[in-house]
């Protein structure tokens, strides 16, 4: 399985960015997709996630209003889009899915490999 995130880059304070995550390589269903990060020097903190159907979403308290997570589950693939981005947003965003067989048994979870967002002041 791999998941493959891109987006990520150098944006002002205020900024936005839309950072993207396909999952390839896997015959399993893929339950619930997030996104997590890690600014340096710190653990990684939870940052969004998104049902399987996409019908439910939850968020950091820190993000709220502000991130907007989506998913397009044709495509294995979740978005994170990031508007009014401030420095404290600097970090490394991974993405994560859940696999599950088809009888609905958890496997475990896949990680991507992470995509820096750095934003100035």
């Known amino acids: 399985v791999q998941l493959v995130e891109s987006g990520g880059g150098h944006v002002q304070a205020g900024g936005s960015l839309r950072l993207s995550c396909a999952v390839s390589?896997?015959?399993?269903?893929?339950?619930?997709m997030g996104w997590y990060r890690q600014a340096p020097g710190k653990q990684r903190e939870f940052v969004a996630d998104?049902?399987?159907?996409?019908?439910?979403?939850t968020y950091a308290d820190s993000v709220k209003g502000r991130f907007t997570i989506s998913r397009e589950s044709a495509k294995n693939t979740v978005y994170l889009q990031m508007n009014s981005l401030k420095p404290e947003d600097t970090a490394v965003y991974y993405c994560?899915?859940?696999?599950?067989?088809?009888?609905?048994?958890?496997?475990?979870?896949?990680w991507g490999q992470g995509t820096q967002v750095t934003v100035s002041s």
């Open positions: 390589g896997t015959t399993f269903s893929i339950n619930a």
């Open positions: 998104i049902t399987s159907g996409g019908g439910s979403s």
């Open positions: 994560n899915a859940d696999l599950y067989t088809y009888t609905g048994d958890y496997l475990y979870t896949s």
